[in-house]
């Protein structure tokens, strides 16, 4: 397993709209899917999961109905709504942003200053 | 937006169905924990019972997630204000006292603030209760000569409209006539008939109860007489006979025959009870000289007011262009039918004032009020202390105070609701009394959907006056000083604040109370001079009219001639039929009372005129004969007085002393503005009248406030009094059988004579001194709960500021002081600030007092009894706290520190 770092505050919500976005997903799923895509290298606190998820619908960003699991349980499912997709793409804009400003401060040597 | 509306939704499901959101939420997190499980069992091959520990560890508590989860949907706030509310409840018991007070003050600002909402709303924006009636328009003519004021409408104009104004449809006109219905019973009762055009019921669109509507057919010149008679003219005149329909009955010397029947409470077009066909024939008048009449319409199918108002300004430029000798100046516009009675924008921004203002009752109870509150909170200020300390936020805290304040005045809402529902039946019902047919079918005071949300919003403003503001108080920066010496039990220590208040209310008490009560009671007992010895058992009153038609152009004056002889010879048979009647001692007639503004000539010659507003009548010259009234100086009005345009006057003594000063008689006057235009006896303007004769005071326009008020009596020539007032004075008849008897011979004599409601003069100064009674009753329940509200406020502050010493005093008792020595501390302290607030207090209210003119006297006194009602009740309240301090042990009172 790779070494699994601490989530940034803020980002499970990006996450979650990531996750999402790939296809329907149920509560567990999304725990399984941030772990998946993030090469298992970002832990997610198991039950601080639901609150976020929680807001998110309470935000009007994904909504959820029941369903029928892979193994034939019965399971909430989430999907990203229409709102959710705008504001994904605004945070992974945002993100980005900060990414490589983050990266180019880094990357600064003495000379260039 | 978007976001909005599924936070709200979130919201709604949360709060209509939380046990279904917390097992849904406990499924979810279940199959999570069940899923790891199956997953660290197969993963790592645990046996499944560690499996399960293992991922129900890893979750962490469902039971703290689920909160979490509730609180990312904004639900907490919600559940805690709930059990703020049921706290509040409780609070409400435990303090009766305060709750009384503070809900009965609330309730009278926030009943009157709702009574006078739905009053201003019921003439401001009144509904019409027909379907679709926001649709129902009125056609009217204004004149742009005359500052746009109301023009009649006439037959031609109808006509005109009828044909271009396609946006209005069924448009259609009604006139009221005075008629005497007669039923084949006998009985004869005067009703204002609605003759109106048969679209009007179309209009109305409601069905008949019984038979049909008038229809266009029954218009035709020629065609049978016909009327629709409403729902109480159906069960009063004919007892309801399901066979009314063919059956006649008579307006005055004509038959019609009964159609249809209109169901309970239809009284469109204003307020009719029977209609009969609109029969105007616009070819036989000449334009400008037919009957004024009323235009109604509904607006088309998809019609707009602006569209119709468009298209009726087209229309009246034509017709200005084609009639320009009559209708040059004349503007027509159309208007909903609900406003059509009153529409005066300017009057709205007045009655929105005033009820702004009445509003502000509420917010000086409301102050009030939070005293009280503030006096508790204040002894609670350790439990908020402690509160806070624990990690409440002053939010929380404040909201939980705003909750307790919020079921308060939620509750003098719902009081003050009901009182302003009694309220506005009564005036509803005194409204019907008192001006019955000519006050339109919607004018009605109702509490609607919008006086209910008034009245909350008026309540949470008076929770925040109350509630907030106390608890912002009392947990500010002050608290941590206060958890500091919660120890040492002092409590907040803010005795010139305390002072402040106490001097305050005492001296707002004693300053507003007594000139408030003193001016109310002036209003509704006008001194005046000392009433006469009146009898005013047996005389009765009863207005009389005859039926008059409006024939067209030629005939008319010929028509008016011959009515006015007939009117002259039927009331003097009548007064002389009636005067031969058993019981009877004297039959006269006198008009309406009127108001204008007359120049008196000087005394003397050279001296100066005077202008005076009066008010005057004319009469039958046996009018003081037949009420009694003594001559003090002069002489009744003699035959001669009548001839031509009489001058001669008869003044009654309130007149003589307060605007001649006593010398009546030979005194000149002349009529400067009369009210309604023409002047008494028909003179000339600027004609000269002369006071004959000086009569005791005694009423005429009957009976308010006639003691003491000047009036000016004309002579009126035979038939000139249309409507007149017939008066009858009686010995020993019982009132029920001589109206009955009046009526009868009046039928007998003339059926188109109309005679109104016969009422006795006595009985009406009863019904005037109920009247007075309850308004009084009101006036003293709204004084008698701020004078409540104002000792109780003492009483909580002096309580307060007594108890904070008992410390104080236990400690001086320990070290061997007097108890008596000890409460004349106490008490002297309180007197002082008692004593200044009733000084101020009395200061203030004496200036109010000086102000006014009369009743200074009651008004002193009544003050002096409010600041000696204010001072026992502040003694009272300190009485019980100083006795508790002198009880406590010495060696507990040193203990507290």
Redesign the interface.
């Known amino acids: 397993m790779a070494e699994s770092a601490e989530l940034l505050p803020g980002t499970l919500d990006l996450l979650i709209l990531k996750s999402v976005s790939l296809g329907r997903l149920?509560?567990?799923g999304v725990?399984l899917r941030i772990e998946q895509i993030t090469g298992g290298a970002l832990q997610v606190?198991?039950?601080?999961l639901?609150?976020?998820l929680?807001?998110l619908?309470?935000?009007?960003l994904i909504e959820s109905e029941w369903g029928v699991?892979d193994n034939n349980?019965?399971?909430?499912f989430y999907r990203l709504t229409a709102?959710g997709r705008k504001r994904l793409g605004e945070e992974v804009a945002g993100w980005n942003r900060l990414a490589d400003a983050i990266a180019l401060a880094l990357r600064t040597t003495p000379r260039e200053i | 937006m978007n976001g909005l509306l599924a936070r709200a939704r979130s919201l709604w499901r949360g709060l209509l169905r939380p046990g279904r959101l917390a097992a849904d939420m406990e499924e979810e997190m279940r199959f999570h924990v069940e899923m790891e499980a199956e997953r660290l069992a197969r993963e790592r091959g645990l046996p499944p019972a560690e499996a399960r520990r293992q991922a129900a560890v890893a979750f962490g508590g469902i039971e703290n997630h689920k909160e979490q989860g509730r609180d990312a949907r904004g639900l907490t706030w919600i559940h805690g204000l709930s059990l703020d509310l049921r706290l509040g409840l409780r609070m409400l018991v435990k303090y009766p006292g305060l709750a009384g007070v503070g809900v009965l003050g609330m309730a009278v600002a926030i009943g009157f603030g709702a009574g006078l909402f739905s009053f201003v709303a019921a003439v401001v924006d009144p509904a019409l209760p027909l379907d679709e009636g926001h649709r129902i328009v009125a056609v009217q003519n204004l004149d742009a000569a005359r500052n746009d004021q109301a023009r009649e409408t006439q037959l031609h104009d109808l006509a005109a409209w009828r044909e271009g104004l396609r946006a209005v449809e069924e448009l259609g006109a009604y006139r009221t006539v005075d008629r005497n219905l007669l039923t084949p019973d006998g009985r004869a009762e005067p009703l204002r008939i609605a003759e109106m055009s048969a679209s009007g019921f179309r209009v109305a669109r409601v069905p008949p109860l019984l038979g049909r509507w008038l229809v266009d057919e029954d218009e035709r010149p020629g065609a049978p007489p016909v009327v629709v008679v409403g729902y109480d003219v159906w069960q009063r005149r004919f007892a309801g006979d399901p066979g009314v329909v063919g059956r006649t009955l008579r307006l005055g010397n004509d038959v019609h025959t009964v159609v249809g029947v209109m169901p309970e409470g239809f009284a469109f077009p204003v307020n009719n009870r029977l209609w009969a066909p609109l029969r105007l024939d616009p070819l036989v008048f000449e334009r400008g000289e037919a009957p004024p009449i009323d235009v109604f319409g509904r607006l088309a199918p998809g019609a707009t007011l602006e569209q119709a108002q468009a298209q009726l300004e087209i229309l009246g430029r034509r017709t200005a262009a084609a009639h320009p000798d009559t209708h040059r100046h004349v503007r027509p516009r159309v208007l909903p039918y609900a406003r059509s009675f009153i529409d005066a924008p300017e009057l709205a921004w007045a009655l929105y004032l005033v009820q702004l203002l009445g509003s502000l009752l509420l917010g000086v109870i409301a102050v009030n009020v939070a005293i009280l509150v503030y006096a508790r909170t204040a002894a609670r200020a350790g439990e908020i202390a402690v509160r806070l300390a624990l990690g409440a936020g002053r939010a929380r805290v404040v909201a939980q105070l705003f909750a307790e304040a919020l079921v308060l005045s939620l509750a003098a809402a719902a009081v003050g609701l009901v009182g302003a529902g009694v309220w506005a039946r009564q005036a509803n019902a005194y409204m019907d009394r008192m001006a019955g047919e000519q006050v339109p079918f919607w004018w009605k005071i109702a509490l609607s959907g919008n006086t209910v949300a008034y009245v909350v919003g008026l309540a949470v403003l008076g929770a925040v006056i109350v509630g907030v503001i106390p608890a912002l108080k009392a947990t500010g920066p002050r608290v941590q000083s206060t958890l500091r010496a919660l120890g040492g039990g002092t409590g907040m220590r803010m005795g010139r604040t305390w002072t402040f208040l106490v001097v305050a209310q005492v001296a707002a008490a004693v300053a507003i109370l007594p000139p408030t009560t003193a001016l109310a009671w002036q209003e509704l007992f006008p001194a005046g001079a000392a009433a006469p010895d009146f009898d005013a058992e047996g005389i009765f009153t009863a207005g009389l009219g005859m039926d008059r038609e409006t024939p067209p152009g030629a005939e008319a004056e010929r028509y008016e001639r011959e009515f006015a002889a007939r009117l002259a010879a039927r009331q003097a048979e009548l007064a002389a039929r009636v005067e031969a009647e058993p019981g009877v001692a004297a039959a006269t007639y006198v008009g309406g009372v009127t108001g204008g503004v007359i120049e008196v000539e000087g005394p003397r010659p050279g001296a100066e005129s005077t202008r005076h507003g009066v008010r005057y009548l004319e009469v039958d010259p046996g009018v003081f004969d037949a009420f009694g009234a003594a001559f003090l100086a002069g002489r009744v009005f003699r035959p001669e007085d009548l001839a031509g345009a009489p001058t001669a006057v008869v003044v009654n003594r309130s007149f003589a002393e307060q605007v001649l000063g006593g010398a009546a008689l030979g005194r000149r006057f002349r009529y400067v503005r009369a009210e309604d235009g023409a002047l008494p006896g028909g003179t000339e303007a600027g004609a000269w009248y002369e006071v004959v004769g000086v009569v005791e005071d005694f009423p005429v326009e009957l009976p308010y406030r006639w003691e003491g008020v000047g009036t000016l009596y004309h002579p009126a020539a035979p038939g000139r009094l249309d409507p007149a007032t017939l008066v009858v004075r009686t010995r020993g008849v019982a009132p029920e059988g001589f109206a009955a008897r009046l009526r009868e011979v009046t039928t007998a004599l003339d059926p188109t004579l109309r005679l109104g409601e016969v009422r006795s003069v006595s009985h009406q100064q009863r019904e005037e001194a109920r009247t007075r009674r309850l308004l009084t009753l009101g006036i003293l329940v709204a004084v008698l709960s701020v004078v409540l509200l104002s000792a109780a406020g003492i009483h909580a502050l002096m309580s307060f500021t007594v108890a904070q010493r008992r410390r104080e005093i236990g400690i001086r008792m320990a070290l061997g002081a007097h108890p008596r020595r000890l409460l004349a501390s106490v008490f002297a302290r309180a007197l002082r600030q008692l004593g200044a607030g009733a000084a101020l207090g009395g200061l203030l209210g004496s200036a109010a007092i000086a102000g006014g003119e009369d009743g200074a006297g009651q008004a002193a006194g009544l003050l002096l009894a409010v600041a000696a009602l204010m001072l026992t009740v502040g003694m009272l309240a300190a009485l019980g706290p100083a006795r508790r301090g002198l009880r406590i042990q010495p060696m507990e009172a040193l203990r507290e520190d």
């Open positions: 149920h509560g567990y725990l606190q198991q039950g601080a639901y609150p976020a929680y807001r619908e309470h935000q009007g699991s349980r019965r399971a909430k709102a």
